[in-house]
């Protein structure tokens, strides 16, 4: 069974561009959500889709943002680049709200994101 | 606000040593996780608790969960290199009967030594 994907594994970028990162879920999970992992500032929770609403956000500007498509697969779209946008953008996958037996977050190989 | 603190943040030990790791959490949560992470790469997940007393081992790694405490542990057996990564606890804030939302902790970068 396909775990979570990610693409590209890898993308440059210049500041002030627009930067989309493809997340597909594991079969059967409808939840995706994206954490970033910038140098010294930890995971952070970014956004979580479930069912192809937006449920929950972090504490991040409106210039991230996605979507989820019907296939249950997500985008994350970050506006007008800046340096400190550069880290590994993580995405995982679970059960959504109807799975209450198994809970857990399984997550991609990641995006690594550089702005420069 | 969750807040979810782990300490060592780093930690160096020697081969055949035993050492714990503390994953401390400010409010109330029933589900608690452990993941692995080595350089460069994603998060493996290595243990799932889901009740007050909760106890998983595999291999040389057990975990405990103490919901009353707000405490987990990740207690390593007798290190070996193969275990240097950087650990991550975090805690799931559930929405409707999932996981919706985990918050992790620090990371310990954990470096076993020949």
């Known amino acids: 069974e396909a775990g979570v994907t990610q693409s590209p594994t890898h993308l440059i970028k210049t500041r002030g561009q627009q930067a989309t990162l493809r997340c597909s879920p594991i079969s059967g999970h409808t939840s995706v959500y994206w954490y970033q992992q910038a140098l010294g500032l930890g995971l952070q929770f970014l956004l979580w889709?479930?069912?192809?609403?937006?449920?929950n956000r972090g504490n991040f500007p409106p210039r991230f943002s996605g979507r989820q498509f019907p296939n249950y697969s997500s985008e994350l779209n970050v506006n007008a680049l800046e340096l400190e946008d550069s880290a590994l953008y993580l995405c995982?996958?679970?059960?959504?709200?109807?799975?209450?037996?198994?809970?857990?977050?399984?997550f991609g190989q990641g995006t690594r994101l550089t702005v420069v | 606000e969750l807040k979810v603190e782990q300490n060592p943040l780093f930690l160096s030990m020697q081969e055949g040593k035993n050492y714990t790791i503390y994953c401390n959490y400010s409010t109330t949560s029933d589900r608690l996780y452990w993941y692995r992470q080595d350089p460069g790469k994603s998060l493996e997940s290595l243990f799932v608790l889901l009740s007050n007393g909760a106890v998983k081992q595999e291999g040389r790694l057990m975990a405990s969960l103490d919901t009353k405490a707000r405490l987990s542990t990740l207690h390593i057996t007798a290190a070996v290199h193969d275990l240097s990564a950087t650990y991550f606890c975090a805690v799931g804030r559930g929405y409707g009967g999932a996981t919706n939302k985990l918050i992790f902790g620090t990371g310990t970068l954990l470096a076993v030594q020949p």
């Open positions: 889709y479930d069912e192809g609403e937006e449920r």
């Open positions: 995982a996958s679970s059960w959504g709200r109807a799975g209450v037996m198994n809970t857990e977050a399984f």
